[in-house]
T-cell receptor, first 110, second 117 residues
Framework: GDSVTQMEGPVTLSEEAFLTINCTYT??????LFWYVQYPGEGLQLLLKATKADDKGSNKGFEATYRKETTSFHLEKGSVQVSDSAVYFCALRGDYKLSFGAGTTVTVRA | DADVTQTPRNRITKTGKRIMLECSQTKGHDRMYWYRQDPGLGLRLIYYSFDVKDINKGEISDGYSVSRQAQAKFSLSLESAIPNQTALYFC????????????????FGPGTRLTVL
């Protein structure tokens, strides 16, 4: 079945540091891939998505590229801010549902 | 106002009690979903509904039931709550006209934190 594996946290960074969160997937067919972000006390918000191989999703300075050959969708941001502190979830959209990774907690210190 | 609302936001109950969690949306979406979030496990799908007359079990439906009262409302019930149902529950919606079944984006409510003692 479909599954998503993302790097374990927690991750602690200083402001302006480079952030990367690894995500790999297993799926049948051609899934869409998503990154969701969950700020403290809130629900999940869509951060970015990619629907086919080699697509790059981007939003708020975050980027991820759909790599079919390595079955990966790594999230990157070049310069993080304290406001980026949150839990980040990689997700795969199969036929009817989203399959989520376990989530990576990111804390950015001033 | 939020597009996807959930009530209650927090609930503490006792083992054996019947609990209903409610979800309403103003996005006009036809598809609705219930997930639970547990630490270290991400989110797992409980039930989903692609329209008012369509209800489907997800990967962890045992111990839960749902009702789609209208396009905008989707309720989750725990008939007899047990402690391992303590979790954060999320409702989500998506629009089938926005893309194929594999590309439509799901939008999440703020969550209900349920504690079963």
């Amino acid at each position: 079945g479909d599954s998503v594996t993302q790097m374990e946290g927690p991750v602690t960074l200083s402001e302006e540091a480079f952030l990367t969160i690894n995500c790999t997937y297993t799926a049948t067919g051609y899934p869409s891939l998503f990154w969701y972000v969950q700020y403290p006390g809130e629900g999940l918000q869509l951060l970015l998505k990619a629907t086919k191989a080699d697509d790059k999703g981007s939003n708020k300075g975050f980027e991820a590229t759909y790599r079919k050959e390595t079955t990966s969708f790594h999230l990157e941001k070049g310069s993080v801010q304290v406001s980026d502190s949150a839990v980040y979830f990689c997700a795969l959209r199969g036929d009817y549902k989203l399959s989520f990774g376990a989530g990576t907690t990111v804390t950015v210190r001033a | 106002d939020a597009d996807v609302t959930q009530t209650p936001r927090n609930r503490i109950t006792k083992t054996g009690k019947r609990i209903m969690l409610e979800c309403s949306q103003t996005k006009g979406h036809d598809r609705m979903y219930w997930y639970r979030q547990d630490p270290g496990l991400g989110l797992r799908l409980i039930y989903y509904s692609f329209d008012v007359k369509d209800i489907n079990k997800g990967e962890i439906s045992d111990g839960y039931s749902v009702s789609r009262q209208a396009q905008a409302k989707f309720s989750l019930s725990l008939e007899s709550a047990i402690p391992n149902q303590t979790a954060l529950y999320f409702c989500a919606t998506s629009d089938s006209t926005s893309g194929s079944g594999r590309t439509d984006t799901q939008y999440f409510g703020p969550g209900t934190r349920l504690t079963v003692l």
